[in-house]
Antibody
Framework: EVQLVESGGGLVQPGRSLKLSCAASGFTFSNYYMAWVRQAPTKGLEWVAYISTGGGSTYYRDSVKGRFTISRDNAKSTLYLQMDSLRSEDTATYYC???????WGQGTLVTVSS | DVVMTQTPPSLSVAIGQSVSISCKSSQSLVYSDGKTYLHWLLQSSGRSPKRLIYQVSNLDSGVPDRFSGTGSQKDFTLKISRVEAKDLGVYYCAQTTHFPNTFGAGTKLELK
């Protein structure tokens, strides 16, 4: 059974950092481009960042460039999102997903507030 | 960025009815390999999104054939025949042809 399990969300003050993790199982993680998608409360879905199979190529939406870093450890089948200089508009549920949306995690809530 | 325009924003349906959702993109979604990376997802209340259809018309495993996807280039449609209660939620189209990938704003399917 395919599983993607996110962790690391929580309440954080503006300007601080948070690191999300996503543990994958049930499929060959290293064969898939991976992505983080977020959903602000009561809003739609928004792609945040992607990473190639080997980790050599990464892509970010403009609003997070220079603040967020996506990475992966294929040996541990784990995806990461390092989020620095967090802003209130980053408040959302963050989902880990394969890049074409075939598999999704349950999401982890990040709340940026003082 | 490619803009995905979904209509209608909401639909009220009776069980057993059929409905269609439209998704139009601001650019062609045909990739250089000739494939079209347009997908449909359903997010049921309080749940994670689940992909139903990939590359316009291919049903994901376990998705009933009451769901069908059609379209090409910039114009796509999701049809649900004989709607069941478990089909309710928000439907999104998504394109992964161009970076950044983008979603439609969603169509909320509710019970009449």
């Amino acid at each position: 059974e395919v599983q993607l399990v996110e962790s690391g969300g929580g309440l954080v003050q503006p300007g601080r950092s948070l690191k999300l993790s996503c543990a994958a199982s049930g499929f060959t993680f290293s064969n898939y481009y991976m992505a983080w998608v977020r959903q602000a409360p009561t809003k739609g879905l928004e792609w945040v960042a992607y990473i190639s199979t080997g980790g050599g190529s990464t892509y970010y939406r403009d609003s997070v460039k220079g603040r967020f870093t996506i990475s992966r450890d294929n040996a541990k089948s784990t995806l990461y999102l390092q989020m620095d200089s967090l802003r209130s508009e980053d408040t959302a549920t963050y989902y880990c997903t394969t890049s074409a949306g075939a598999y999704w995690g349950q999401g982890t809530l990040v709340t940026v507030s003082s | 960025d490619v803009v995905m325009t979904q209509t209608p924003p909401s639909l009220s349906v009776a069980i057993g009815q059929s409905v269609s959702i439209s998704c139009k993109s601001s650019q062609s979604l045909v990739y250089s390999d000739g494939k079209t990376y347009l997908h449909w997802l359903l997010q049921s209340s309080g749940r994670s999104p689940k992909r139903l259809i990939y590359q316009v018309s291919n049903l994901d495993s376990g998705v009933p054939d009451r769901f069908s996807g059609t379209g090409s280039q910039k114009d796509f449609t999701l049809k649900i025949s004989r709607v069941e209660a478990k089909d309710l939620g928000v439907y999104y189209c998504a394109q992964t042809t161009h970076f950044p990938n983008t979603f439609g704003a969603g169509t909320k399917l509710e019970l009449k």
